[in-house]
């Protein structure tokens, strides 16, 4: 078992709906997300209380950077806890929240990928902007089946955009094959 995955329980998979979850170590996610998130509203209070005691105009930028992450933490689904694929959607939950896709409305699935972190930004339809939905930060080796899910993301782009530079570069020059 790889590190940072002991409490964390093997994929769920219901054959009824071919679905697999894929679940964040919750320990790391406390850390990594909520503990950074909780800090920094505490940060946030700080330089607020700087700005106003002592002027410093630097602690704007302070206070900004704080809203920011308080942001991705709190307000926004984009650090996932949860990720669900089924054949029919892909679901990004936090807690009691969650964004879910069908597969057949997706007409823009872009990921960034970082190998050397296991990690990918994806962007979802993002030729309808939303500041709530459509970007995630998947930190894939804190999943359960870590290679999977990330394998999984860069898969899929390529699937729904084969005719792009990056695609033909991973398919080593083939151009894509027709259906």
């Known amino acids: 078992m790889k590190e940072g995955h002991e409490n964390v ?3 769920q998979k219901d054959e009824n709906m071919n679905e697999k979850v894929y679940t964040y170590d919750p320990k790391r996610y406390a850390v990594r997300i ?3 998130g909780y800090f920094s509203i505490l940060i946030m209070i700080y330089g607020i209380y700087q700005l106003v005691v002592t002027k410093q105009l630097y ?3 302070v206070i900004a950077v704080c809203i920011y992450i ?3 933490s709190f307000i926004t689904l984009a650090n996932p806890d949860k990720v669900i694929i089924s054949d029919e959607a892909i679901t990004f939950k936090v807690r009691d929240r969650e964004d879910r896709y069908l597969w057949k409305d997706i007409r823009d699935f872009r990921v960034k990928e970082f190998i050397d972190r296991k990690q990918v930004y994806i962007r979802i339809n993002k030729q309808n ?3 709530f939905k459509g970007r995630y930060w998947v930190y ?3 999943f359960n089946d870590a290679d999977e899910l990330f394998m999984f993301f860069i898969k899929k782009e390529m699937e729904i955009h084969p ?3 990056k695609a033909y570069a991973r398919r080593g ?6 259906k």
């Open 70 to 72: 308080i942001w991705e």
């Open 140 to 142: 894939c080796r804190y």
């Open 59 to 61: 602690f704007i930028a």
């Open 163 to 165: 005719d792009t530079i």
């Open 9 to 11: 329980p093997p994929s």
């Open 173 to 178: 020059s083939k151009p894509a094959e027709k």
């Open 129 to 131: 902007p939303n500041l």
């Open 34 to 36: 909520t503990g950074i």
